[in-house]
């Protein structure tokens, strides 16, 4: 079945990203000129899922406000015939077909999932972490989506990391299959180094069967006091495989300051309209 429909769990408090997320939501934070969360829509609509279901919780109103129209600027830009710009305005939310819901307690990322579930249905879906901003030449969901229609199974994003951040993912243990594609064996949590089955971490995009859904409510809080997608993801191993994709691509941390800084410079310079002056800018720093 064709994967029409993705989650965006948007609920998180943003703490790493403090003072800022006092008031703007991280999934709003700016990355050259649209929000973190428009890039994964983007990556979406390329994969040709258009149907995004937006899980959000309290003080997250503005990601509401921006996929909405703004009658103020319509008006303004049409008076000074600044088409372009109106046709800026307007196209995302013109391309996709939203839809949100509230995840009333931050209990986890799993739990954010299960409030999804109403609107899901039985078919395989895509979740994204707006958070994880990849850089690739083939958007990162449009490369699982092609593994998917060979799989038919839930496809994980993965991508090696260092030793001292393997604490900080989801790990999974796999068997390479074909390269870069692995039959996962077994995932785990957020582990310590020393009980890490590799190096292999989950990063954002994920492509799920609906079966999840009965794992996820059958899940005990884990790391963290949390319901974790990633326990639930080892509890459906028992009934059919999952597999994991080392894409191509680089992935910064949009939680993480400089890995945010790094992805404005990036996405900057990929930017005509600012890369010239951004270089000279760059060229100037000479007392760093
Ligand atoms: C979540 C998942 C984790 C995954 C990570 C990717 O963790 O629980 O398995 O590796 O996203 O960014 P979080 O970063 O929300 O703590």
Do not use: W
């Not at 929000?35 to 990601?63: H, M, S, W």
């Not at 059958?218 to 994991?244: C, F, H, N, R, W």
């Amino acid at each position: 079945m064709k994967v029409n429909k993705a989650i965006f769990p948007a609920a998180g408090l943003g703490t790493r990203l403090l003072p800022i997320t006092k008031s703007i939501p991280k999934e709003m934070l700016v990355l050259v000129d649209k929000p973190l969360i428009q890039y994964g829509v983007e990556e979406c609509i390329n994969a040709k899922i258009n149907d995004i279901i937006i899980v959000t919780g309290r003080g997250k109103t503005a990601i509401e406000d921006y996929f909405d129209r703004s009658i103020e600027h319509e008006i303004m830009l049409k008076e000074k015939g600044k088409h372009n710009l109106l046709k800026s305005v307007n196209d995302i939310s013109d391309r996709i077909n939203l839809t949100y819901t509230r995840q009333k307690e931050a209990l986890g990322l799993g739990h954010a999932i299960l409030c999804a579930q109403n609107m899901v249905g039985e078919e395989p879906f895509a979740v994204v972490l707006s958070d994880d901003i990849i850089d690739s030449n083939v958007p990162v969901m449009k490369q699982m989506i092609d593994i998917y229609k060979n799989y038919r199974y839930s496809i994980l994003a993965v991508q090696k990391v260092q030793d001292e951040d393997v604490s900080k993912y989801g790990i999974i243990q796999g068997k390479e299959i074909e390269k870069g594609l692995f039959k996962v064996e077994d995932l785990v949590e957020k582990p310590e180094i020393n009980e890490a089955p590799s190096n292999l971490a989950i990063i954002g995009r994920y492509i799920l069967m609906p079966d999840i859904f009965n794992f996820i409510s059958k899940t005990k809080p884990g790391k963290g006091g949390e319901i974790q997608l990633t326990d639930a993801i080892k509890s459906l191993l028992s009934i059919q495989p999952v597999y994991a994709l080392e894409f191509e691509g680089v992935r910064y941390d949009g939680g993480n300051k400089l890995d945010l800084l790094k992805a404005q410079i990036v996405y900057g310079l990929k930017n005509t309209e600012i890369r010239s002056g951004l270089i000279d800018f760059i060229k100037k720093l000479d007392f760093v």
